[in-house]
């Protein structure tokens, strides 16, 4: 199989928690951005019906998960028509009524905590990273999972945490960017006709060949926040030059 090449730097979008914003800006519950990513993300999942839960039986594409409104999302884009490439979700754990990670493997992830003793507000519960399938193997998951761990370390979080696929080497996607499976167990998930594997990562031991890549994610975050911060009457998007 070719190996897809970009001819062009897709820009990268961070998008706050609605719920933390909707007080100030009276916010739909599911603004345009959000519906955008939803619909992008059960067509990618749906993959040709394979995970038939994501599609509607007219024929719409519907991933409507309830943690989206309490998450960020980082999002890359194609610069001419603006079409979503890739995203993924980042939800601050204790703003999550029912964590993915807690909800499968409870004790497990209260022995993390309690041992490296950190709480709920320490962790950050990466879920969703999607590539579009043309553009798979081009390195837009790797500039995701860059950003997440530059968004964690900007947000004091001190782990990342989340489920990942195994039927098709997802977790060893992940394990190069130096996540850990906690645990052996594998947990069969019939909805995503496939069995996952609880990973974590420690957003401050980035491995050596990484650091470069997510200093610059994090001085483009960075200034993401502070344009937030100086203009809270701005629309919730806020495009960065990617690198
Ligand atoms: C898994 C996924 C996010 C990877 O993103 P991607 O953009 O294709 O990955 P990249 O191009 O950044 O790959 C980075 C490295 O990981 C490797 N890699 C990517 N996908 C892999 C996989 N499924 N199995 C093993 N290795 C993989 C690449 O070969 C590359 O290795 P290299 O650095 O040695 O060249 C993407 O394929 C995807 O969206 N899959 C469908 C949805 C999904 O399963 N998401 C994960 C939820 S658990």
């Not at 519950?29 to 059960?42: H, T």
């Not at 394979?50 to 039986?57: G, V």
């Not at 553009?135 to 500039?143: H, V």
């Not at 860059?146 to 001190?158: D, I, N, P, W, Y």
């Amino acid at each position: 199989m070719s190996i897809p090449h970009l001819s062009y730097n897709p820009k990268l979008e961070l998008h706050l928690p609605v719920k933390a914003r909707s007080a100030t800006t009276q916010e739909p519950s599911e603004p345009d951005w959000l519906s955008n990513i939803r619909s992008f993300r059960a067509r990618v999942l749906w993959s040709r019906g394979r995970r038939p839960a994501f599609r509607t039986a007219d024929g719409r594409f519907v991933d409507a998960d309830t943690h989206d409104t309490s998450a960020y999302h980082l999002v890359l884009r194609e610069p001419a028509r603006g079409d979503i490439l890739a995203c993924v979700r980042c939800a601050p754990l204790e703003r999550l009524r029912s964590s993915r990670v807690r909800s499968l493997a409870p004790e497990a992830a209260s022995q993390l905590l309690r041992g490296a003793e950190i709480s709920d507000s320490d962790v950050l519960e990466g879920a969703r990273l999607v590539v579009e399938p043309t553009w798979q193997r081009s390195g837009l998951g790797s500039r995701l999972l860059v950003a997440e761990t530059a968004l964690a370390q900007l947000l004091g979080r001190r782990l990342v945490w989340g489920t990942m696929g195994c039927r098709q080497g997802q977790d060893r996607f992940f394990a190069k960017f130096g996540r850990t499976p906690l645990g052996e167990q594998r947990f069969t998930l019939p909805q995503y006709d496939d069995e996952v594997v609880i990973m974590i990562g420690r957003p401050e031991q980035v491995p050596s060949h990484l650091e470069g890549a997510v200093a610059s994610a994090r001085a483009e975050l960075r200034s993401c926040f502070d344009k937030h911060v100086t203009s809270l009457a701005q629309p919730s998007t806020t495009e960065i030059t990617g690198h």
